[in-house]
C-alpha cells in the first residue's frame, strides 16, 4: 500500500492518542496536501468503522510501541508516513491543532532514532564471574601486552585490531549537501557504519574528524591505526580522498573509500550486465560517462574489464544537448549518469549511479550501491592486510555480474551470498602483505 501511495518511511510521525481520537487521526491525514498513510498497531483496529481508504488506513505489521487499543492506559499508537517534508510539516502543524489534548505524543521517527544513536559496542569477553574478571585485570593483561612487545606481529591474533574498522569522514561530501562540520555529518556517518557492520559483521566504528586539511586526515588516519585494521573514508569529497590514499601509499595501511571500493564497483558490474543483457562485448561497447569525475575509479575499471570505448563528457562544459545529439546519432550502447540528469536521452540506456545519492534499498537490483561490493572487499582487504588493487576491484565487480538473476542489474543487498562472494573473488587476486 505504501508504494500505491508513493509514501517514505523516512518522512515518518510517531503519534500516541486516546482511542477516540484515532479516526480524527484518519480525518487529518485524508485532508493532507500530499499522499499519506495511517498506520496502527492493532490491525483489527483499522478496520473499525470510520476508516478511510483514501487516506490509506492500514494495519501495522510489525507492531508500534507503544499499547494497543484498549490497552494499558487506553493508549492507542499509530505511525503516520508522508510522501515527502511538505506534507510531514503540514501533518506537524496540524494534528496537535486537531487532536488537542488526545494527542499524548508526537515524535520524528528519522530524529527519534537518531536521538538514540544508532551503534554501539558490544561485550565479547565474559563478565559473569570473578574468573571471567581476572582475566580482564592486569595481571592477565600484562601477560599479553608483554608477548605483544616481543612480538608486534602477532596484534592482529591478540586483539579486536584485525576486525575493526574506522569510519571516517571530514563532512567535505555529505549527501550532495554543502561541506558540513564534521559533527553535522555523524548521524549519516552512524547510519552507515550501521549498514556496513550489518552487511560485513565487522566492528565498524563512526569517527567524524575535524579535519581542514589533507593533512590532518592523513594524520588521524595514521594516529588511529595501532587500533585499526582498516580506515574507510565515506561522505569525504574525492579529491582529498585521492590524496589521502596518495599520501599513505607504501605505508601498510588498508584504506578503502565508499565510492572507489564501493559504488564503482557496483557500477562498473552493472554496467557489464547491462552490456550484456544487450548482446554487446564489452570490447565493442561504447560508453558514456556524464561527469567522470564524480564516478572515482569507475572509468579505470571499466577500462580493465576491457570496455573498448570510454566518453568522458562534462556536462557543465557541452551542456545536455550534445548528449542528446550523441546518442541520437546511435555513437553510444549505454550512459552511465554520475551527476543526475533531469532529461538524459531516451534512446540508449542510461544508468543512474550518483556517489551521494543511492537509490532505495528496493531498487538496488536495478541501479548501484556502495554495499554492493564494498563489505566483501573490506573483509578482503583486511584478510590480506592491503589495500585493494584495480584487480580486486575488478573481481569483485565480475563476481557481482555472476550473481545478478536475470533481468537484473546486480543482485539485491540480502542476497546470502554477496558479501561472502566478493570476498571470496577480491581475495583470489589481493596478494597478501609481507
Known amino acids: 500500500?505504501?508504494?500505491?501511495?508513493?509514501?517514505?518511511?523516512?518522512?515518518?510521525?510517531?503519534?500516541?492518542?486516546?482511542?477516540?481520537a484515532v479516526a480524527t487521526v484518519r480525518q487529518v491525514v485524508a485532508q493532507a496536501p500530499g499522499a499519506a498513510i495511517v498506520l496502527l498497531d492493532d490491525p483489527a483496529a483499522?478496520?473499525?468503522?470510520?476508516?478511510?481508504?483514501?487516506?490509506?488506513?492500514?494495519?501495522?505489521?510489525?507492531?508500534?510501541?507503544?499499547?494497543?487499543?484498549?490497552?494499558?492506559?487506553?493508549?492507542?499508537?499509530?505511525?503516520?508516513?508522508?510522501?515527502?517534508?511538505?506534507?510531514?510539516?503540514?501533518?506537524?502543524?496540524?494534528?496537535?491543532?486537531?487532536?488537542?489534548?488526545?494527542?499524548?505524543?508526537?515524535?520524528d521517527l528519522a530524529f527519534s532514532v537518531a536521538a538514540h544513536g544508532k551503534v554501539g559496542l558490544r561485550a565479547r569477553a565474559s563478565t559473569a564471574t570473578d574468573f571471567d574478571l581476572a582475566l580482564l585485570d592486569a595481571d592477565a593483561d600484562r601477560r599479553v601486552v608483554t608477548h605483544l612487545a616481543a612480538n608486534p606481529r602477532l596484534a592482529d591474533r591478540y586483539t579486536g585490531r584485525s576486525r575493526r574498522v574506522a569510519l571516517?569522514?571530514?563532512?567535505?561530501?555529505?549527501?550532495?549537501?554543502?561541506?558540513?562540520?564534521?559533527?553535522?555529518?555523524?548521524?549519516?556517518?552512524?547510519?552507515?557504519?550501521?549498514?556496513?557492520?550489518?552487511?560485513?559483521?565487522?566492528?565498524?566504528?563512526?569517527?567524524?574528524?575535524?579535519?581542514r586539511r589533507t593533512a590532518d586526515l592523513v594524520s588521524a588516519i595514521e594516529l588511529l591505526s595501532p587500533g585499526f585494521g582498516a580506515t574507510v573514508l565515506v561522505f569525504t569529497d574525492l579529491r582529498r580522498v585521492a590524496a589521502v590514499r596518495q599520501a599513505l601509499a607504501?605505508?601498510?595501511?588498508?584504506?578503502?573509500?565508499?565510492?572507489?571500493?564501493?559504488?564503482?564497483?557496483?557500477?562498473a558490474a552493472a554496467a557489464l550486465s547491462t552490456l550484456r543483457a544487450a548482446g554487446i562485448r564489452p570490447g565493442a561497447a561504447r560508453v558514456v560517462l556524464v561527469d567522470p569525475a564524480r564516478g572515482g575509479d569507475l572509468s579505470s575499471l571499466l577500462v580493465a574489464a576491457g570496455v573498448g570505448d570510454i566518453t568522458l563528457y562534462d556536462p557543465v562544459a557541452f551542456g545536455i544537448d550534445a548528449l542528446h545529439r550523441l546518442a541520437a546519432d546511435g555513437a553510444a550502447d549505454l550512459i552511465v549518469d554520475l551527476v543526475g540528469l533531469a532529461a538524459p536521452p531516451t534512446t540508449v540506456p542510461v544508468l543512474r549511479t550518483r556517489p551521494q545519492a543511492p537509490p532505495p534499498?528496493?531498487?538496488?537490483?536495478?541501479?548501484?550501491?556502495?554495499?554492493?561490493?564494498?563489505?566483501?572487499?573490506?573483509?578482503?582487504?583486511?584478510?590480506?592486510?592491503?589495500?585493494?588493487t584495480i584487480g580486486a576491484r575488478l573481481a569483485a565487480a565480475d563476481a557481482l555480474v555472476g550473481l545478478a538473476e536475470p533481468g537484473q542489474l546486480l543482485p539485491p543487498l540480502d542476497h546470502p551470498r554477496l558479501?561472502?562472494?566478493?570476498?571470496?573473488?577480491?581475495?583470489?587476486?589481493?596478494p597478501t602483505a609481507e
Request: hydrophobic letters at 50%.
Open 1 to 20: 500500500m505504501s508504494s500505491q501511495l508513493r509514501v517514505n518511511p523516512a518522512f515518518s510521525l510517531a503519534l500516541r492518542v486516546r482511542p477516540a
Open 46 to 107: 483499522a478496520t473499525e468503522p470510520g476508516g478511510t481508504d483514501a487516506a490509506g488506513t492500514g494495519g501495522r505489521a510489525d507492531g508500534a510501541e507503544g499499547a494497543s487499543a484498549g490497552g494499558a492506559g487506553d493508549v492507542v499508537a499509530v505511525t503516520v508516513e508522508a510522501d515527502g517534508g511538505r506534507t510531514l510539516r503540514w501533518l506537524q502543524a496540524e494534528l496537535p491543532r486537531r487532536l488537542g489534548d488526545d494527542l499524548l505524543a508526537l515524535t
Open 168 to 211: 571516517l569522514s571530514d563532512g567535505t561530501a555529505v549527501l550532495d549537501l554543502e561541506p558540513l562540520e564534521a559533527t553535522t555529518a555523524l548521524p549519516a556517518l552512524e547510519s552507515q557504519a550501521l549498514l556496513l557492520h550489518r552487511a560485513s559483521g565487522l566492528d565498524v566504528i563512526p569517527l567524524p574528524v575535524a579535519a
Open 250 to 267: 607504501g605505508t601498510g595501511l588498508v584504506v578503502l573509500d565508499a565510492v572507489n571500493d564501493g559504488l564503482a564497483v557496483a557500477a
Open 361 to 388: 534499498y528496493a531498487a538496488a537490483t536495478t541501479a548501484p550501491r556502495p554495499l554492493h561490493a564494498l563489505p566483501g572487499l573490506l573483509t578482503a582487504a583486511l584478510a590480506a592486510h592491503r589495500s585493494p
Open 419 to 430: 558479501a561472502a562472494a566478493v570476498t571470496d573473488a577480491a581475495a583470489a587476486v589481493l
